[in-house]
T-cell receptor, first 115, second 118 residues
Framework: AQTVTQSQPEMSVQEAETVTLSCTYD???????LFWYKQPPSRQMILVIR??????QNATENRFSVNFQKAAKSFSLKISDSQLGDAAMYFC????????????FGTGTSLTVIP | GAVVSQHPSWVICKSGTSVKIECRSL??????MFWYRQFPKQSLMLMAT?????????EQGVEKDKFLINHASLTLSTLTVTSAHPEDSSFYIC??????????????FGAGTRLSVL
């Protein structure tokens, strides 16, 4: 099974500032997908951003962007201009094309946004 | 994005009874659905994967006879917790992926069901 590691159990950021959440993964595959999901207090999992491994360009979605380093097997999430609504658990996930769309999740990072 | 509806959002039941949780994909055909269990402040633990029309594939350590999964159509999967006990109390989440640009390679999640067994 693939391993996804989020080494930061908790992070905090001042409102309007920028924060980066770390994620590393272990794989021998060359083609795969990576995701960041957000789980606010409502516990609804929300897709934040995704990256295809074959794409060199880092994905961006408004204030959210990733730094995908394939050789280093690193996939960090940068949140710019943090807002109070960004406070949530953030899960990094890996999808292998060989396991029927099964996702492997990291242990999560709890993000607090300080007003 | 695609919408996955999960019901009920919260259910309380007596020990020994069975509870059914429904997961529906509202605007796409879900060829694969996943059922997860989540303990407080922990990550999602995959329980089983179900493909439409096939028997579910359970993860190691998950009791097939306790957690019955049915995926009879491309828009509906159900999880039945049989003879529930207090240790089954947890948060259960379904997700779905399917055909088409909307849902290919992505899992869309339901809002989850909080199960409390008295």
């Amino acid at each position: 099974a693939q391993t996804v590691t989020q080494s930061q159990p908790e992070m905090s950021v001042q409102e309007a500032e920028t924060v980066t959440l770390s994620c590393t993964y272990d794989t021998s595959e060359s083609d795969y997908y990576l995701f960041w999901y957000k789980q606010p207090p409502s516990r609804q999992m929300i897709l934040v951003i995704r990256q295809e491994a074959y794409k060199q360009q880092n994905a961006t979605e408004n204030r959210f962007s990733v730094n995908f380093q394939k050789a280093a097997k690193s996939f960090s999430l940068k949140i710019s201009d943090s807002q109070l609504g960004d406070a949530a658990m953030y899960f990094c996930a890996y999808r292998s094309p060989n396991t029927g769309n099964q996702f492997y999740f990291g242990t999560g990072t709890s993000l607090t946004v300080i007003p | 994005g695609a919408v996955v509806s999960q019901h009920p959002s919260w259910v309380i039941c007596k020990s020994g009874t069975s509870v059914k949780i429904e997961c529906r994909s509202l605007d796409f055909q879900a060829t694969t659905m996943f059922w997860y269990r989540q303990f407080p402040k922990q990550s999602l633990m995959l329980m089983a994967t179900s493909n439409e029309g096939s028997k579910a594939t359970y993860e190691q350590g998950v009791e097939k006879d306790k957690f019955l999964i049915n995926h009879a159509s491309l828009t509906l999967s159900t999880l039945t917790v049989t003879s529930a006990h207090p240790e089954d109390s947890s948060f259960y989440i379904c997700s779905a992926s399917g055909q088409g640009l909307l849902a290919k390679n992505i899992q869309y999640f339901g809002a989850g069901t909080r199960l409390s067994v008295l």
